[in-house]
């Protein structure tokens, strides 16, 4: 089957620091990746599509200069959050989508603790 | 845009009794209706997928039903047992040009021994 990594799986930082987490898909192509934010309890809430190649397309309320998206290959996705406050803190997770017949498969998750 | 409602948010079943889940959207142009279950910190899996041409999908003691007309779809698990314990989302795709999935609420399904 399709096997999505990310890295790191978890990351404690101050607040004001950058936090770059990576989206691989490991064993197949994925021109649309995608980024959730999950909080405790609570449902995946889709952040941004992520296509190689091109601009992230952001959700509304989600500030695209905040979360910095890039999809430079076929098989890796970034998400940066740039000056991450506590509010920031959240489990982090992709997605990677199978072109054909466009299942999604997720990574594990990163879990973000901003002190 | 696409809106999904999720129902119940928790549900408690007794080992090797039935469970039900349902969710309805909002979107008629919506075609793909994803289910996801997920254990406590992991990632969510994909148990069952149903497409708008199919009115039902089986695969062993999970199934998925669709009702295009009343835009609802539900999950059954049958012989549930307590791995089954975790959370479940439906989703569902608002079109076929635009691969984002909307996911539903969640619900906690929870097996009693």
């Known amino acids: 089957g399709a096997v999505v990594s990310q890295h790191p799986s978890w990351v404690i930082c101050k607040s004001g620091t950058s936090v770059k987490i990576e989206c691989r898909s490991l064993?197949?192509?994925?021109?649309?990746m995608f980024w959730y934010r999950q909080f405790p309890k609570q449902s995946l809430m889709l952040m941004a599509t992520?296509?190689?190649?091109?601009?992230?397309?952001?959700e509304q309320g989600v500030e695209k200069d905040k979360f910095l998206i890039n999809h430079a290959s076929l098989t890796l996705s970034t998400l940066t959050v740039t000056s991450a406050h506590p509010e920031d803190s959240s489990f982090y997770i992709c997605s990677a989508r199978v072109d054909k017949p466009g299942t999604q498969y997720f990574g594990p998750g990163t879990r973000l603790l901003v002190l | 845009g696409e809106n999904v409602e999720q129902h119940p948010s928790t549900l408690s079943v007794q080992e090797g009794d039935s469970a039900v889940i349902k969710c309805t959207y909002s979107?008629?142009?919506?075609?793909?209706f994803p289910w996801y279950k997920q254990e406590l910190g992991k990632r969510p899996q994909l148990i069952i997928d149903i497409r708008s041409n199919v009115g039902e999908k089986k695969d062993q003691r999970i199934a998925v039903t669709l009702n295009k007309t009343a835009k609802h779809f539900s999950l059954h698990i049958t012989e549930t047992q307590p791995e089954d314990s975790a959370v479940y989302f439906c989703a569902a795709r608002p079109n076929s040009s635009a691969s984002k999935i909307i996911f539903g609420s969640g619900t906690r399904l929870s097996i009693r021994p």
């Open positions: 979107d008629s142009a919506s075609n793909y």
């Open positions: 064993d197949f192509q994925a021109t649309t």
């Open positions: 992520s296509n190689e190649g091109s601009k992230a397309t952001y």
